[in-house]
């Protein structure tokens, strides 16, 4: 049902083919977030009009709302949102770390205090793995421990291995649900600890890799405070040591800076919540930095947000038209920045793709990078 191919290789980094039984993804790959089920401002029709390949949902806000049983219940989440293509959800894991003040960490689960309601929520590797074969995507995620980025090695290594032991309990419940003929084709993916420490890090992919045969290795962890040359770091690392025959997706991370060091460091798989969060705040992604839209010197500027960009936005609309409409605080202002970020980091990847089956990703990537911190990015 799920395979991956190598098709070419620049370096560390690689062009290769993901299938799943809903479709074959190119990789490398943004995947635009959904967490509640909606890329935030878009519709299914916009995001594969921009030809995204892969969408992501979380299983712990929509356990809260509007709940796993009633997804099932209305088919899964495909049919729910209207999306046909892949889907991988989040199993809450990373809500550990950004809730923090609203849950307890012991070695059954973590209670979560629902930032809804304040209701209690127990939820186990067991329970999140109903919870993701409830809403039925096609690749899921383990429920593993997120501590910040500069954790110390003690406390990086506690909650790696607690994963690695939650990672067990996950595939156990795993294979038990998809015994079941009626239980959706699915593939579970383990998630690489260790903070920014290499040895626990090495440490944790071989484990993993040694509990059995996997689909594709998650890297986490990673983006939750560090700097970024121990994220690239530990990137390296994790690529010396995942098998090279498996996807690799870098959870949480979706600056261009970071997708396009992240592919030189084997990469396959990105998702974040940025170019959505960018876009409500009036921001562009452009090849020459990010731009505050707000400012006064686009309030007559009649070129669109990037010159030769294919998103609607850039298509219709100029500067001036995006501009007049985040300072007036409409909503299709935001709407038309979140389409274009999302766009643009898809478009991105897309090139990197392209280079490395060329031949050129190391120069290009180079260049690419030079242009784009060329100009400081302004308030």
Same mark, same amino acid.
């Given at each position: 049902?799920? =395979?991956?191919?190598?098709?070419s290789?620049?370096?560390r980094?690689r062009a290769?083919?993901f ?8 990789t ?17 029709? +916009? ?5 995204a390949?892969i969408?992501?949902a ?6 809260l ?20 293509a ?6 809450g894991?990373?809500?550990v770390f =950004?809730?923090a003040s609203?849950?307890r960490?012991?070695?059954?689960g973590v209670t ?6 304040? =209701? ?6 067991e329970s999140v793995?109903?919870i993701?074969?409830?809403?039925g $995507?096609?690749?899921?995620?383990q429920?593993d421990?997120v501590?910040?980025?500069?954790? +110390?090695?003690?406390? $990086?290594n506690?909650?790696s ?5 939650w990672l ?8 038990l649900?998809?015994?079941? $003929?009626?239980a ?6 383990p ?5 920014i420490h ?10 993993i890799?040694?509990m059995g ?12 405070g560090e700097?970024k040359p121990?994220?690239?770091g530990?990137?390296e690392?994790c ?7 498996r996807?690799?997706y ?6 261009p +800076? ?14 974040c919540v ?5 876009g ?6 452009t090849?020459?930095g ?7 010197e686009?309030?007559?500027d009649?070129r669109?947000?990037? +010159?030769g ?7 219709r609309f100029?500067?001036?038209?995006i501009r007049?409409l985040v300072?007036?605080d409409?909503?299709?202002g935001a709407?038309?920045?979140?389409l274009h ?10 090139d990197a793709r392209q280079?490395i089956?060329?031949g050129d ?10 242009r ?5 990015t302004?308030?």
């Amino acid at each position: 049902m799920f =395979s991956f191919a190598i098709h070419s290789r620049a370096g560390r980094a690689r062009a290769g083919l993901f299938r799943t039984p809903r479709g074959v993804i190119e990789t490398p790959v943004f995947m635009p977030v959904g967490t509640l089920a909606t890329v935030k401002a878009l519709d299914p029709d +916009e995001l594969q009009g921009m030809h995204a390949q892969i969408i992501l949902a979380n299983a712990y806000h929509l356990h809260l709302r509007p709940g796993d049983e009633l997804v099932r219940r209305r088919g899964g989440l495909h049919r729910f949102m209207g999306w046909n293509a892949p889907i991988l959800t989040d199993s809450g894991g990373f809500q550990v770390f =950004s809730l923090a003040s609203l849950n307890r960490v012991d070695e059954d689960g973590v209670t979560f205090r629902s930032h809804i309601d304040g =209701s209690s929520r127990h939820f186990t590797p067991e329970s999140v793995m109903h919870i993701e074969t409830n809403l039925g $995507a096609d690749v899921i995620m383990q429920f593993d421990h997120v501590i910040p980025g500069q954790s +110390e090695h003690a406390a $990086a290594n506690d909650a790696s291995e607690r994963s690695i032991r939650w990672l067990a309990r996950c595939r156990a419940e795993f294979d038990l649900l998809h015994a079941d $003929a009626d239980a959706p084709q699915q593939t579970l993916f383990p998630i690489v600890q260790g903070g920014i420490h290499a040895d626990l890090r090495r440490a944790a992919a071989r484990t993993i890799a040694d509990m059995g045969a996997w689909d594709g290795f998650a890297i986490g962890g990673l983006s939750v405070g560090e700097a970024k040359p121990d994220m690239y770091g530990m990137l390296e690392t994790c690529d010396d040591v995942i098998p090279s025959d498996r996807p690799r997706y870098l959870m949480g991370v979706g600056y261009p +800076e970071d997708l396009l060091e992240g592919v030189a460091r084997g990469v396959d798989l990105f998702d974040c919540v940025a170019p959505t969060r960018m876009g409500r705040n009036a921001a562009a992604l452009t090849p020459d930095g990010r731009v505050n839209m707000r400012r006064a010197e686009f309030r007559e500027d009649d070129r669109p947000l990037v +010159e030769g960009c294919g998103c609607g936005a850039c298509r219709r609309f100029s500067r001036a038209y995006i501009r007049h409409l985040v300072q007036a605080d409409e909503m299709l202002g935001a709407r038309l920045l979140s389409l274009h970020n999302v766009h643009f980091l898809i478009a991105l990847m897309r090139d990197a793709r392209q280079r490395i089956v060329s031949g050129d990703f190391d120069s290009w990537s180079r260049d690419w990078l030079a242009r784009y911190h060329s100009q400081p990015t302004r308030p």
